[in-house]
């Protein structure tokens, strides 16, 4: 149901969620520091409590009162991406709740580049978000995703689509090496050459990676039909139960359940999420991707290619 932002406002206040548009995907927001609107996130999404949490901030000296250390180099990264698609994972306060961490001694903080959502963390406090899908479903990019999940009663601050569609670059500053442990819109690069320091890409089938960011963990990004890479180069598209996506070759995106990029990368990104639903909708029994072969390279695609080998894997 859509709401206000003075709605939205009066309902955060009082300790309730409400779906808040990013730039990213959208999020199940509630107030950062009450333990009871907090768990309220994790029940309605039927989350497991030690994956832990993003708090979103609207203003950078708000990092006072979440992280304990603030490394010089949060600083550089915050005047280039923020508000932006990069969340920061820097030791805690102990007074940022531990069932907004999963008992973790670290906090993963980001400013979101919505006016809507700084407007509401603005009239609020930090809120902590999670993508607001049902635990193991494609993150939502706009309302109507929201409503396939949770019913129209969940409140939602409608701010139309999102405009990257792939949940936030997360990298680890509280440790000794500066770690990307979820690829997104930001990649290590980009990071690289602000701080000028090597910075290092966590391996997500690793168990110290997991056991850093426990989000690598569980079953994510995962439509009802099954996700496939498409290996055999196909001439004739016939079965209609199947759904493709085609970043490169130019196939005739005419056809019915045909979607073609032309290497638009980013579109492609935008799309993925609003695809795997639609397809759903369809019943379509498999979704093909055109593979991203190793010389193809724009900074999207790591993070495409992580959300689409774990909505095949899991
Ligand atoms: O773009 C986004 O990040 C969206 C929007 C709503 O901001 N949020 C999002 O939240 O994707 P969620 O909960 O679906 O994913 C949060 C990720 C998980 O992989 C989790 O493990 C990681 O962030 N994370 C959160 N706190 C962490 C921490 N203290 N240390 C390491 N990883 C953390
Ligand atoms: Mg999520």
Request: with cysteine.
């Amino acid at each position: 149901m859509k709401v206000t932002l003075e709605k939205a406002t009066d309902l955060i206040k009082k300790g309730h969620t409400v779906a808040i548009p990013t730039e990213t995907v959208y999020g199940l927001a509630a107030d950062a520091f009450n333990v009871n609107a907090v768990k309220k996130i994790f029940e309605q999404k039927g989350r497991p409590s030690e994956n832990p949490l993003i708090v979103h901030i609207s203003d950078f000296d708000q990092l006072d009162l979440l992280a304990s250390e603030i490394p010089e180099t949060v600083k550089k990264l915050a005047d280039q991406f923020w508000p932006g698609p990069l969340s920061i994972v820097l030791k805690k306060k102990d007074s940022v709740p531990d069932i907004v961490t999963g008992g973790l001694d670290t906090v993963a903080i980001r400013m979101p580049d919505h006016p809507l959502t700084l407007s509401l963390i603005k009239k609020t406090v930090p809120l902590t978000a999670p993508s607001a899908n049902k635990s193991g479903r494609p993150s939502p990019t706009n309302i109507r995703h929201i409503e396939e999940d949770f019913g129209p009663e969940l409140p939602v601050l409608d701010g139309d689509s999102s405009k990257i569609g792939l949940e936030s670059t997360v990298v680890d500053l509280s440790g000794e090496k500066i770690t990307v442990l979820r690829p997104g819109f930001v990649d290590a690069r980009m990071i690289e050459d602000v701080l000028c320091q090597k910075v290092w890409v966590a391996d997500q089938s690793d168990e110290s990676t997991q056991k850093k960011s426990p989000g690598t963990r569980f079953t994510h990004y995962k439509p009802r039909a099954d996700v496939q890479w498409l290996v055999e180069p196909i001439l004739k598209i016939t079965d209609s139960n199947h759904y493709y996506l085609f970043h490169r070759q130019r196939q005739q995106s005419s056809q019915k359940n045909v979607h073609s990029y032309d290497e638009d990368y980013p579109s492609l990104a935008r799309d993925l999420y609003d695809h795997f639903r639609t397809a759903d909708h369809l019943s379509c029994s498999t979704i093909f991707i055109e593979p991203f072969e190793s010389e193809i390279s724009h900074p999207i695609i790591p993070a495409l290619k992580d959300r689409i080998e774990k909505a095949i894997s899991s």
